[in-house]
């Protein structure tokens, strides 16, 4: 292009146009550099932080791994060794006579059938639990109170039998065993207690059978765990029908009653059963051992009623002489309360018993107890004539004497209007009964002997020898009182 005919400032126009265009292209390089300086550095801090994160990844891969293989070894050890527990409160959920008579052979049937039946119900009922699982079962009870009832009752020949069951119970399994907690107020519920709340939050321990249907006292430790993660793992025998507490709540928890194995009534102990029932003692002093002429002669027995913490002294016969003995008067086969008040209406009264250095108590929660620390009772009196009237009113003496009374509907009377003379016979009644914790009972409300009314002290034998019901270590006792145990109310 000439610039010959262009003008000077045409020409100076056009330079300054090339120098602004010049200027924009420095800005514009300028501004490149820039951000290509801000990516630099942002693509070294994210390499950076991505160098971070492959570390951090690599370094939680591994500990990942690490905490599945412990898991793993720690699941392995849990699911060693997974069991089922069976606990039964013996003292109540007692096995079916036939099988204590038969003593260790008996035993040892009943921890096969026990086993079993255990073995059939988590096979059919509980799929979750492994198929390997073990059967742990532990039987608590006081034996020698047991062997007692059981003899007393007639189910076996004799107390040692009951000890023999259990010695099978325990040899026919490795992982079955009968616990003796010995005498005292709830000792085998404690022990219980504690195992089932042990067992409960054991991982080990797929489920928990427990026998304990005769026992309301069970239903408070039940009712704290009604969560259903906790009901579902408890299965509740039943051996005798459940009692009212533990009725209403049942319903939470499986249920189920193992055929020919528990009893299902409570033994009796109100009923004497025939071999136990006492005979009159033969003596000229009873009408029924004298000849009809005799007894027609003979003084009748003096009615009179003292209080139960005062001794009586009534003169009995000294000189016995033996006759056949009645059977109409004396009926072998009663079994109620009202043949025992039957037969103490023809008893003779207890000898004197030594005025004791220390007054029986008079309220409701001390023990006398003698110099040995053995319960001590006052002396028995009746009255013949009120005893009678008595046998003939069907009274409930549980709940007259004890005012607790577990049977509901109950067979015999609540209702009645007791006086004070007939509250006095039932009193003397329920004594001619033992105690089964004998003279280390420490139930203030106990209505049971705890020694042998017709015994005197110093000798092991009372006038119904052999036949009568009580211990030969409950005859003879020193009956004389130095101290008293009161027992707190819980």
């Known amino acids: 292009m000439a610039l010959e005919g262009l003008p000077d400032h045409a020409l100076r126009d056009r330079f300054e146009l090339l120098r602004g265009a010049e200027h924009h292209k420095n800005d514009l390089i300028m501004e490149l550099l820039r951000r290509i300086d801000n990516l630099s550095n942002d693509y070294q801090q994210m390499s950076l932080d991505h160098q971070r994160e492959i570390q951090f990844n690599r370094d939680g891969q591994l500990r990942e791994r690490q905490l599945k293989d412990e898991l793993r070894k720690l699941q392995s050890f849990m699911n060693r060794d997974p069991f089922v527990s069976v606990l039964i409160d013996g003292d109540g959920m007692i096995f079916e006579d036939d099988m204590i008579r038969r003593g260790e052979v008996g035993g040892k049937e009943a921890a096969a059938i026990l086993w079993n039946q255990i073995k059939d119900y988590v096979h059919e009922k509980l799929p979750d639990v492994p198929s390997e699982c073990r059967i742990v079962t532990r039987v608590y009870a006081n034996l020698k109170g047991l062997a007692e009832v059981c003899y007393k009752a007639g189910i ?35 022990k219980i207690t504690e195992l089932f709340k042990l067992q409960l939050s054991d991982y080990r321990c797929h489920h928990i059978f427990f026998g304990c249907s005769h026992d309301n006292g069970y239903a408070r430790l039940l009712e704290q765990y009604t969560e259903p993660s906790l009901t579902v793992r408890v299965t509740l025998l039943e051996g005798v029908p459940f009692e009212r507490e533990l009725s209403l709540m049942k319903n939470q928890y499986s249920n189920v009653r193992f055929e020919d194995l528990f009893r299902t009534e409570k033994i009796n102990i109100y009923n004497l059963p025939q071999h136990f029932v006492p005979q009159a003692p033969v003596s000229s002093s009873t009408p029924m051992a004298r000849a009809p002429s005799e007894a027609a002669a003979a003084p009748p027995l003096q009615n009179v009623y003292q209080s139960p913490y005062q001794p009586v002294t009534v003169n009995p016969n000294p000189n016995p002489s033996p006759a056949p003995s009645n059977t109409s008067t004396m009926n072998p086969k009663a079994t109620s309360w009202a043949s025992t008040a039957n037969a103490a209406a023809q008893l003779v009264s207890p000898p004197a018993t030594p005025t004791p250095t220390v007054s029986y108590p008079m309220t409701s929660e001390e023990i006398p107890r003698n110099r040995y620390g053995q319960r001590i009772d006052p002396p028995v009196v009746y009255d013949k004539e009120v005893v009678n009237k008595v046998r003939s009113l069907k009274l409930c003496n549980v709940h007259f004497l004890r005012r607790d009374c577990a049977y509901d509907p109950c067979t015999h009377s609540h209702k009645y209007k007791i006086t004070k003379n007939e509250l006095q ?58 101290r008293t145990t009161k027992v707190g109310k819980k």
């Not at 259990?166 to 907690?181: A, M, P």
């Not at 003397?428 to 209505?447: H, N, Q």
């Open 156 to 190: 076996a020949e004799r107390a040692s039998l009951v000890e023999d069951f259990y010695r099978g119970f325990t040899g026919s399994k490795i992982l079955f065993d009968f616990i003796d907690v010995g005498p005292g107020k709830d000792r085998a519920d404690e």
């Open 425 to 482: 016979s039932l009193k003397t009644l329920a004594r001619m009964v033992p105690c089964f914790y004998g003279s280390e009972c420490d139930d203030p409300k106990c209505i049971y002997g705890h020694r042998c009314p017709f015994s005197v002290t110093g000798r092991k034998d009372c006038s119904f020898g052999d036949n009568c019901k009580f211990e030969r270590e409950l005859h003879g006792l020193d009956a004389t009182v130095v």
